[in-house]
């Protein structure tokens, strides 16, 4: 009898365990959602006539990419804002060397996010769009050309 209380117990206390890991993820996971639309919100309307984000902003934005890509290396939407903010890190670069080199990560980062979501016509297209404007392009546009065609003939 001794024997079948101490299992009921640790039973329980597994089950409790288990139940607090998995609300402990999915908590985790909420976070993360409302850090994104956070990222996504504020990345979306840099450029914007009436908004250009301080130095400081772009930092913590940055940050906060870095820190939720580390937990989720290949979430799709979350590399496009992290192409979207590099993009505009290159757009208000110093240095030609800085906008090409912002440039090229923009680049990896928006096709690292094709790859997971291979349909996603918009999300070539702009790859193109994030290619240094002094940089050739004609390999990156024989890449992207065949995958547009492919979407295409869904529409």
């Known amino acids: 009898m001794a024997s079948h209380n101490l299992l009921a117990r640790l039973s329980s206390i597994t089950l ?48 906060s990419l ?9 979430n799709s939407k979350l590399l496009a804002v992290k192409a979207n903010q590099l993009a505009w890190e290159g757009f208000w670069a110093d240095s030609d060397e800085d906008y090409r080199e912002y440039s090229r990560q923009a680049l990896a980062a928006q096709y690292a996010s094709l790859l997971t979501r291979p349909a996603y016509g918009q999300g070539w297209t702009k790859l193109l769009q994030y290619q240094a404007v002094d940089e050739p392009g004609e390999e990156l546009h024989n890449a992207v050309e065949p995958q547009l065609q492919k979407l295409k003939r869904w529409q």
């Open 66 to 74: 870095e820190q939720q890509l580390q937990r989720n290396p290949r």
């Open 16 to 63: 409790a365990l288990v139940l607090l890991l998995l609300a402990a993820k999915a908590w985790q996971g909420i976070q993360d959602d409302l850090g994104f639309s956070e990222l996504d919100t504020e990345v979306s309307f840099w450029g914007d006539d009436s908004y250009h984000p301080s130095q400081l902003t772009r930092q913590r934005i940055a940050l």
